[in-house]
């Protein structure tokens, strides 16, 4: 197995409460061209948080100001020296897994992709990695969602499981947009037994990386170490991004698809350039404080939780 190095004031919209209800196997080296390493790398002092804010009831939060917001870096606070907080454009990366354990599932997982897509922008961009021994990137980046859902239509369950080795590769193709709100969909059925690399790098890269992921797990109640293990895999590496994993049996996906879609686009973006950043690789902790307006409720935010400081 190859080893490469470490690669609104509060406004809870219409559209929101309608729409929403509420050990890894060593494997030859492929014969194909080696997919990206886990060698991504900061390569400004600008860091980006993406967060979302929720209300009590955990609907999404839109129309908050950069002054409801503190940023610390491992306990220091820091200045938010930009604030997105429109509904831009979103790139995101749909991750489709389609290995054997899938089986049934896979009806009602491209029936949530279709809800997903069904409340997209028209400037949103899309892009389509399946995954079953290896990951396949089916659709580049694009506008045009029919034709990843015509690619899911044909799309079978079969063979292992390389969820890890699938994650670097979207977050590979995540590279060519321009867009600033960037995230990661991962429908699957938990569980890795069949990637190349291992989870300290696929968190070396997610770590250094500002797309956010979201994860809908699909569990089965299977016995198997991955498929155990696979809750406890999907919301660390979400929850670090600002994402989080959510559970849905098969006939809840669609719901659940839709409502991520909703929080996706009440999305906000804050940037803080480190204070005294060292250049020395260590990673750093950041909280994200929210200060509701005058007569508000306790608002709940997520946010990426660090990133590895740049090397020289």
Same mark, same amino acid.
């Given at each position: 197995?190859?080893?490469?190095?470490?690669?609104?004031?509060?406004?809870?919209?219409?559209?929101?409460?309608?729409?929403?209800?509420?050990?890894?196997?060593?494997?030859?080296?492929?014969?194909?061209?080696?997919?990206?390493?886990?060698?991504?790398?900061?390569?400004?002092?600008?860091?980006?948080? =993406?967060?979302?804010?929720?209300? =009590?009831?955990?609907?999404?939060?839109?129309?908050?100001?950069?002054?409801?917001?503190?940023?610390?870096?491992? *306990?220091?606070?820091?200045?938010?020296?930009?604030?997105?907080?429109? !509904?831009?454009?979103?790139?995101?990366?749909?991750?489709?897994?389609?290995?054997?354990? +899938?089986?049934?599932? /896979?009806?009602?997982?491209? +029936? $949530?992709?279709?809800?997903?897509?069904?409340?997209?922008?028209?400037?949103?961009?899309?892009?389509?990695?399946?995954?079953? &021994?290896?990951?396949?990137?089916?659709?580049?980046?694009?506008?045009?969602?029919?034709?990843i859902e015509d690619q899911l239509t044909f799309s079978k369950?079969?063979?292992?499981?390389?969820?890890?080795? $699938?994650?670097?590769?979207?977050?590979?193709?995540?590279?060519?947009?321009?867009?600033?709100?960037?995230?990661?969909?991962?429908?699957?059925? *938990?569980?890795? &037994?069949?990637?190349?690399?291992? +989870?300290?790098?696929?968190?070396?890269?997610?770590?250094?990386?500002?797309?956010?992921?979201?994860?809908?797990?699909?569990?089965?109640?299977?016995?198997?170490?991955?498929?155990?293990?696979?809750?406890?895999?999907?919301?660390?590496?979400?929850?670090?991004?600002?994402?989080?994993? /959510?559970?849905?049996? $098969?006939?809840?996906?669609? !719901?659940?698809?839709?409502?991520?879609?909703?929080? /996706?686009?009440?999305?906000?973006? /804050?940037?803080?350039?480190?204070?005294?950043?060292?250049?020395?690789?260590?990673?750093?902790?950041?909280?994200?404080?929210?200060?509701? =307006?005058? *007569?508000? =409720?306790?608002?709940?935010?997520?946010?990426?939780?660090?990133?590895?400081?740049?090397?020289?």
């Amino acid at each position: 197995m190859s080893a490469p190095r470490s690669l609104a004031l509060l406004c809870l919209t219409a559209i929101a409460v309608a729409q929403v209800t509420i050990p890894q196997r060593k494997k030859p080296a492929p014969k194909e061209a080696p997919r990206p390493g886990a060698n991504i790398r900061v390569d400004t002092s600008l860091i980006l948080v =993406p967060c979302t804010v929720n209300d =009590p009831i955990n609907r999404p939060v839109s129309g908050l100001e950069k002054e409801n917001f503190r940023v610390y870096d491992d *306990g220091v606070e820091q200045e938010i020296t930009q604030f997105a907080m429109d !509904d831009e454009p979103v790139a995101v990366g749909l991750v489709f897994d389609t290995s054997g354990s +899938m089986g049934e599932k /896979l009806r009602m997982s491209r +029936m $949530a992709a279709h809800t997903f897509f069904k409340i997209s922008n028209p400037e949103d961009e899309f892009f389509l990695v399946e995954f079953d &021994n290896e990951p396949h990137l089916r659709v580049h980046l694009t506008h045009d969602t029919g034709g990843i859902e015509d690619q899911l239509t044909f799309s079978k369950s079969k063979g292992s499981t390389a969820l890890l080795d $699938a994650i670097l590769l979207a977050l590979h193709e995540m590279k060519n947009t321009k867009r600033t709100k960037k995230a990661l969909l991962l429908i699957t059925d *938990g569980g890795d &037994n069949h990637s190349r690399y291992s +989870m300290k790098e696929v968190q070396s890269v997610v770590r250094e990386s500002d797309t956010l992921i979201y994860s809908i797990g699909v569990f089965g109640g299977g016995t198997s170490v991955e498929e155990v293990e696979g809750p406890s895999l999907l919301r660390k590496i979400s929850e670090q991004t600002g994402g989080r994993m /959510l559970v849905a049996g $098969a006939q809840e996906l669609p !719901d659940i698809a839709q409502k991520i879609g909703v929080e /996706l686009h009440n999305r906000y973006i /804050l940037a803080f350039a480190p204070q005294n950043l060292q250049r020395d690789g260590k990673y750093h902790r950041i909280t994200v404080k929210v200060v509701p =307006p005058r *007569g508000l =409720p306790k608002l709940h935010a997520t946010w990426r939780t660090g990133y590895n400081a740049p090397l020289e």
